[in-house]
Every structure is written in structure tokens, then in C-alpha cells.
């Protein structure tokens, strides 16, 4: 009996990208369903009704939420091309990054984005601080894992699109030479066929961004 796998997210989702990048690494066909926000599915309220949101995975009709969740499970499931090592200390130091992006590095940056005036300044202030951590963990490495991707760089992928739609909205520059490490990854990470073959579409990314960005910051 064949496998069904389902996955729920937008076509423009940074959390939703790290699980086709797994599914693509595993070689696992899947239905990606894009959900409008504004006017969310039953199918999606169905299979996540605590958190209502993208993205979803759904597997032989068991749903799983929440993006590192699904990764994991994704990686349990699926034992070919793993993105977690066996050693515990380095699985663990996988882990650490992940949740260091989800909670630190992507709030700081989208402070940048979103604020004004001082809190724009504190946010920028933390946000090279987060990214001098990320390149300082880079240091002899060419992926975070090592010599090839894994659950880190999926989830710290998103600098390697997003991250120019939101300087290029901004006119902000916040990767630049202070961060060569960083910069040689997001090269390596970005020349791979299944990470940007992926990529949503740059113009898309900034007419949406572009938007936010004015939404957040009204002409005076």
C-alpha cells in the first residue's frame, strides 16, 4: 500500500520550506496543499486545531504539527539521507542551533523589519549579535553538521532567500563582509539543486514583503 503524505503550508512560508527541503533530501513524493490565511481550510483546522496555523504534515491520515516536530519525525520515518546525527552530543548541538534560530536569530532580524526608532536600533543591535554566533559556529565547517546539510541548515535556510527581499525592502544591510563564514554558507547552501529549486519567486517574495514593510512603517 503507498505511502499518503500530505503537506499543508503557504507558498511563501519559511517554516513550511524546511519540511519540502527534508521531503525533497528523502526523496519522498508528497501533496503540498497551499493554505490561504485569511481563510484557513477546514482540512488544516481539522488536523491542527490547538495552533490553527501551517505548516502541517499529514501521514497516512495521522496530522503532525509544528515545524522542528515534523522534521524530527520526518527523520524517525525515514532513515535514508538523514538531516539528525547518531551522537547524541552532536544531535543535541543540532537541536540547540534550530531552537536558537526559531527563538533568537528570526525575532531579532524581524524586529529590524517591523520596528521603528529605538526598537528598531535594539533590534538591530541584537540581531549582529545573534549573527556573530551564528558565524562563530560556522568556524571549519562548511555546513553546520559538518561536511553535508542537516536539520540546522534547513532551519537557517531561510537567510538564503529571505534575507535579500528583506534588505533589498529595507535598505538595510545586515549579512555583509563582517560575516564571511555566513556568507560562504549561504553560497554552498544556495548552489545546492534541491534547496533552490525550492525557493519561492524573489519578485512574489518582495511585492509581499514590500507591502508588510509600508503596513508597518506608514509615510508619516
Keep these: 500500500m503507498a505511502e499518503e503524505v500530505k503537506l499543508f503550508k503557504t507558498w511563501s512560508?519559511?517554516?513550511?520550506?524546511?519540511?519540502?527541503w527534508a521531503l525533497k533530501l528523502k526523496g519522498i513524493q508528497y501533496d503540498a496543499i497551499?493554505?490561504?490565511?485569511?481563510?484557513?481550510?477546514?482540512?488544516?483546522?481539522?488536523?491542527?486545531?490547538?495552533?490553527?496555523?501551517?505548516?502541517?504534515?499529514?501521514?497516512?491520515?495521522?496530522p503532525i504539527s509544528e515545524s522542528l516536530v515534523i522534521l524530527e519525525?520526518?527523520?524517525?520515518?525515514?532513515?535514508?539521507?538523514?538531516?539528525?546525527?547518531?551522537?547524541?552530543l552532536e544531535k543535541a548541538r543540532e537541536r540547540f542551533w534550530a531552537k536558537f534560530n526559531d527563538e533568537k536569530l528570526l525575532p531579532s532580524i524581524w524586529g529590524v523589519f517591523t520596528k521603528e526608532g529605538k526598537e528598531r536600533e535594539?533590534?538591530?543591535?541584537?540581531?549582529?549579535?545573534?549573527?556573530?554566533?551564528?558565524?562563530?559556529?560556522?568556524?571549519g565547517k562548511k555546513f553546520f553538521g559538518g561536511e553535508k546539510i542537516g536539520l540546522a541548515d534547513l532551519v537557517f535556510?531561510?537567510?538564503?532567500?529571505?534575507?535579500?527581499?528583506?534588505?533589498?525592502?529595507?535598505?538595510?544591510?545586515?549579512?555583509?563582509?563582517r560575516f564571511p563564514l555566513l556568507v560562504a554558507w549561504i553560497q554552498e547552501f544556495s548552489e545546492l539543486p534541491i534547496i533552490k529549486d525550492n525557493f519561492p519567486p524573489h519578485d512574489k517574495l518582495i511585492i509581499k514583503y514590500q507591502a508588510f514593510y509600508e503596513k508597518c512603517h506608514p509615510a508619516k
Design 122 to 139: 535594539e533590534a538591530i543591535t541584537d540581531s549582529l549579535e545573534n549573527l556573530k554566533f551564528v558565524e562563530e559556529e560556522l568556524t
Design 73 to 88: 519525525y520526518i527523520d524517525e520515518t525515514w532513515k535514508q539521507n538523514p538531516i539528525l546525527p547518531q551522537d547524541p
Design 13 to 20: 512560508t519559511r517554516f513550511g520550506l524546511r519540511i519540502v
Design 34 to 62: 497551499d493554505e490561504d490565511l485569511s481563510n484557513k481550510s477546514a482540512l488544516l483546522l481539522q488536523y491542527n486545531p490547538v495552533y490553527k496555523k501551517v505548516p502541517v504534515l499529514v501521514h497516512n491520515g495521522k
Design 157 to 177: 535556510g531561510w537567510l538564503a532567500y529571505l534575507i535579500c527581499v528583506f534588505e533589498e525592502v529595507t535598505g538595510l544591510k545586515i549579512i555583509d563582509e
